[in-house]
């Protein structure tokens, strides 16, 4: 019989070129929680079993420090994602380290953005009505940054499925308009991809091979990565997927560039206000 356990999988291994640094790290609130501490908060919440966090080499004392400090060993696990070059291979590539270490299904999620504070609640709420996949998807307007153009994966909908999901690497405003670097413009109320992801564990056998594959022909490239919107993609045409597309009813904020550390800490110094609490309770 299946398993009804979730998980929340956090991928915190990017190299945060444009921020300047681990992002994935960095202090907020009273207490120096990192950005992705309140999602895990929430999944306690919310009654998932399990945290994973994916990590670069090097990463996983520091993480493996602060998430003791209130989760008992048995609620997190970190997982290194070891490779031979120094640019990590990307989201799809960080995932397949889950692959042998959960069996259930489980929300990916980028340790970098908040995503809101009902995200679990929705997921527990697909996941009971039977729903197997799907993605939480935000309006393009509410996740540009005031300070560069930003990537983001324009979802196309059949019914209410993703059929195709095309990656938009330098989108901004230019005076009220979203435009693309070649002048296209977007609807500010456009779904796309914050790669807030609901997954069974049957996606992580594809994507082990969607993975070796790409490994194989791009052996000796520095800068390839492995998209995992585009494995969604692959697993999709090959009738594996079926994924919902589901409006996210929380707000997003993250961090791109430096500037946009200022305004996180201000969000996340109101939801300690108004949400969390400043000490977390304890995770057992």
């Known amino acids: 019989m299946p398993t009804t356990k979730l998980a929340l999988v956090i991928l915190a291994g990017g ?3 444009r921020f300047g640094g681990d992002k994935q790290l960095q202090p907020f609130g009273a207490t120096g929680r990192f950005l992705f501490e309140y999602a895990c908060y929430d999944a306690k919440k919310a009654s998932f079993d399990k945290v994973f966090v994916i990590v670069r080499p090097g990463m996983e004392s520091e993480v493996d420090q602060q998430l003791k400090k209130w989760m008992s060993p048995h609620r ?12 990590p291979w990307g989201t799809a590539h960080a995932l397949s380290f889950l692959s042998g270490k959960w069996s259930g299904s489980f929300l990916v999620l980028n340790a970098d953005d908040y995503y809101g504070n009902t995200i679990m609640q929705q997921v527990q709420a ?3 009505q039977g ?9 393009l307007g509410e996740t540009l940054s005031l300070y560069g153009a930003v990537s983001r994966g324009i979802c196309k909908l059949n019914r209410n499925f993703l059929s195709q999901i095309t990656e938009k690497t330098k989108l901004q405003s230019v005076e009220g308009n979203i435009k693309d670097e070649f002048g296209m413009t977007y609807p500010h109320d456009a779904l796309i991809s914050m790669n807030a992801w609901f997954l069974p564990t049957k996606f992580l056998d594809f994507l082990a ?7 194989l022909q791009y052996a000796n490239e520095t800068q390839s990565e492995i998209y ?3 494995a969604i993609q692959h697993a999709i045409a090959s009738k594996l997927l079926e994924v919902r597309v589901v ?7 993250g ?3 430096p500037q946009d550390l200022e305004g996180a800490v201000q969000r996340i110094e109101q939801l300690e206000e108004l949400v969390y609490p400043i000490y977390f309770e304890q995770w057992t």
């Open 76 to 87: 997190f696990e970190i997982l290194v994602q070891s490779q031979t070059r120094q640019k």
């Open 131 to 139: 729903v197997s996949a799907a993605c939480l998807a935000y309006p």
């Open 247 to 253: 409006k996210s009813e929380g707000s997003w904020f």
């Open 228 to 230: 995992l919107p585009n």
């Open 255 to 257: 961090l791109t560039y």
């Open 15 to 17: 190299l945060g070129s």
């Open 209 to 215: 091979q969607y993975v070796a594959d790409h490994l």
């Open 126 to 128: 697909l996941h009971a």
